[in-house]
């Protein structure tokens, strides 16, 4: 039974004068008790946004949601008024942001924020609230938590600071964490230290967590299902195992040859993803990533793909099966981008 | 490969600590490079690495005489550029050149980019006169791969890969020697990256540049450099050929650092065993004694608090541990 039940969701931005942007556009997926999903996605793609419906925290003018968002088969998280959802933020949904330095007061004690969410939810007071504080960041991993709950934001280190928020998502044991690039900020010894920690969070609390990066490597340790977006669409989505083993989406497939790793033979030349993500197509109109792939055919701009393929589905009408050379499709795609340049 | 381009040595760059309103008071110093030597061969290509507060960027400024060093001297092809006199100094700026972080607020909005690109021209009177500038200017922009209509736009009609190539085609225009680029690419997208890692590892080919890149991220300093240095507080901790330097680490900290790096495969990810270093970098204002990494060291012992490590030459690698040898088999094992 899924904890989180996420239906079609779509987000419209409008603006005086200009074109309504689609940020978000028809995103489902579910998430379900003591289970990480991933979505990832370079900017733009839509993955902050849909974290930020999901809280309800979009701005009220100018911006209009569809499709549906269960939490724990009854509320719908969307539609919801601001009186549930108050309640419900912090208690059984809480978000950590990215940068944890202006996500938190700089004029307000870590204490203070820390026992504001236990005031609000569990209705601690006092000395009771102050104590639970202090377990909440020794459990974090805050060295000394009782000189650290007088201190403040600007007193921690980065690593520091980003316990602290996770101390206040997780102040009420929440049943679903949202995390937003929790660690992009961070140097990479601190990043891993974090990771450990929220994993280690889920495993003891059976939360359910949806973890949003741009970074491969991540929800390659993390996350047990795992999104890619482009363009405001699911384009692959798949278990991790399978998605890293076969890679079956241009745009997934590419991002995995792009980049660099550690473990990889040296001097090997990378094969970057041509253009921009600003270079895309309207997804009605066809494929968005169609102008930046190299295995673009006619089919893939006479309309928009289907997210096909059961357990391990793409959104690709020429997907990369397996490993071959030159085919129809590589020559084709070099006629068709000298068109589109 | 002939001759080094570039030697540094014993180079500090401490930042003084002042107390007081009216008068000043100097109370300590933050030793934000504190002693490296390090050297790059002509056409070579030096990584430094580390987290951030290390001092990698504050070594990358000191080099290019951005930020006066305090003591130690740098020299480019054998000038010395810690003495010269700055009417000399400047003369011998367009020998080298810098790439930056961000492409955004390292380009004034204001200016088109014939504007931005001709401005290192005009101050070394290279290029005559305006065609002959634009000429260069044009040829650079076929170089970094932008169109030549670039020229009369301005850096907000780009995205922020064409922006780094921007940065890339200032620094280039001048046709200098050395380029140091600090976080070159940490600032694009993942999909971005690796059209402008391609691009610097292209031109230095053509061009025979010689770069020091400045980066936190192990994989692309990794993928795009001949030589590392992994610094830590203020100085090098160790210093080896890339292959070398990944295959087997001997410094603690180096062998921390890149179990640290996620990657994407869940198979490995499942199957490394991390050595997950407990707290944070400690101040540079107030180093440990000894050994600086001591601290978050899970091997350290009772000499690595009394005794600074030397740099000293362990299998080929250059590395600051008194216990290098002890530990190269214990880590292999990690």
Redesign the interface.
């Known amino acids: 039974m899924s904890l989180l039940d996420v239906q079609d969701l779509s987000v419209v931005f409008h603006s005086k004068g200009r074109e309504d942007v689609r940020a978000v556009d028809g995103v489902t997926f579910e998430v379900r008790s003591g289970e990480i999903v991933g979505l990832v996605g ?2 733009g793609c839509g993955k902050s946004v849909t974290s930020l419906a999901l809280m309800g925290l979009l701005p009220p003018r100018g911006v209009k949601t569809g499709g549906k968002a269960i939490f724990d088969n009854g509320v719908d998280l969307l539609r919801t008024d601001q009186r549930t959802m108050r309640d419900l933020r912090g208690r059984e949904i809480a978000m950590i942001f990215q940068d944890p330095l202006s996500s938190l007061n700089p004029v307000v004690p870590i204490g203070d924020q820390v026992t504001e969410v236990l005031t609000r939810h569990r209705g601690m007071k006092g000395e009771a609230a102050k104590k639970e504080a202090e377990l909440l960041l020794d459990r974090v991993g805050i ?1 000394d938590p009782r000189r650290r709950l007088k201190e403040y934001p600007h007193q921690l ?4 600071r980003q316990r602290a928020l996770i101390a206040m998502a997780v102040a009420c044991r929440p049943r679903l964490l949202i995390a937003d690039e929790p660690t992009t900020a961070l ?7 974090i ?2 920690l929220l994993k280690e969070l889920v495993h003891q609390d059976g939360t359910a967590m949806v973890m949003i990066t ?8 993390l996350c047990d299902w795992i999104n890619v977006l482009y363009a405001g669409r699911v384009v692959e989505t798949a278990g ?2 399978a998605l ?1 083993a076969k890679p079956t989406h241009p745009y997934t497939h ?3 040859s ?6 990889s033979v ?1 001097g090997e ?6 253009g ?3 270079d895309l197509l309207p997804w009605l109109e066809g494929c968005a990533f169609a102008p ?1 792939c190299d295995r673009v055919t006619e089919a893939c701009v006479e309309g928009p793909p289907e997210l096909t393929g059961g357990a391990h589905a793409f959104r690709c009408v020429n997907p990369v099966l397996e490993e071959s050379g030159q085919d129809e499709a590589a020559l084709y795609s070099r006629e068709v981008s000298g068109a589109i340049e | 490969m002939t001759g080094k381009l570039v030697e540094i040595d014993d180079l500090k760059v401490h930042f003084p600590i002042t107390k007081g309103i009216i008068f000043d008071k100097v109370i300590g110093h933050v030793k934000a490079v504190d002693g490296v030597s390090l050297s790059i061969g002509q056409g070579q290509t030096y990584g430094l690495v580390g987290e951030s507060g290390c001092g990698k960027s504050t070594l990358g400024r000191a080099l290019l005489q951005l930020t006066k060093p305090t003591a130690g001297s740098v020299k480019l092809g054998g000038v010395d550029l810690t003495t010269l006199p700055p009417e000399k100094l400047r003369a011998q700026r367009k020998r080298m050149q810098m790439i930056f972080q961000d492409p955004m607020s390292s380009l004034d909005p204001r200016q088109n980019i014939e504007s931005i690109l001709s401005e290192g021209l005009l101050a070394h009177g290279i290029g005559g006169n305006r065609d002959g500038r634009r000429a260069l200017i044009s040829r650079t922009l076929d170089a970094v791969g932008l169109p030549q209509w670039a020229l009369s736009r301005y850096p907000h009609e780009f995205s922020g890969g064409q922006r780094q190539r921007i940065g890339i085609a200032r620094a280039l225009v001048l046709s200098p020697e050395l380029i140091v680029a600090d976080e070159p690419v940490s600032a694009l997208d993942v999909s971005i990256q690796a059209q402008v890692i391609n691009l610097l590892d292209e031109l230095q080919n053509e061009l025979g540049l010689t770069y020091l890149v400045i980066a936190h991220d192990l994989a692309v300093v990794r993928h795009i450099s001949d030589t590392v240095g992994v610094m830590y507080l203020g100085a090098l901790v160790e210093e080896a050929s890339s292959n070398d330097l990944y295959r087997r680490p001997l410094h603690p900290y180096t062998k921390a650092l890149m179990s640290a790096v996620p990657v994407p495969d869940p198979l490995v990810e499942e199957r490394r065993e991390r050595i997950l270093l407990k707290g944070d970098l400690p101040s540079p204002a107030n180093p440990p004694s000894g050994c600086r990494f001591r601290t978050r060291c899970p091997w350290a012992k009772e000499r690595c608090a009394q005794e600074r490590p030397e740099l000293r030459e362990v299998d080929g690698h250059k590395v600051a541990c008194h216990y290098a040898e002890e530990l190269s088999g214990l880590l292999a094992a990690v």
């Open positions: 370079e900017s060295p280190s980065g690593g520091m140097d990479v010894t601190i990043q891993a230290q990771l450990e741009h970074d491969l490597g991540v929800v390659a340790g991790r195992h890293f590419g991002l995995l792009s980049i660099p790793r550690l473990d040296r030349r990378l094969n970057p993803i041509p921009s993500v600003r930046r």
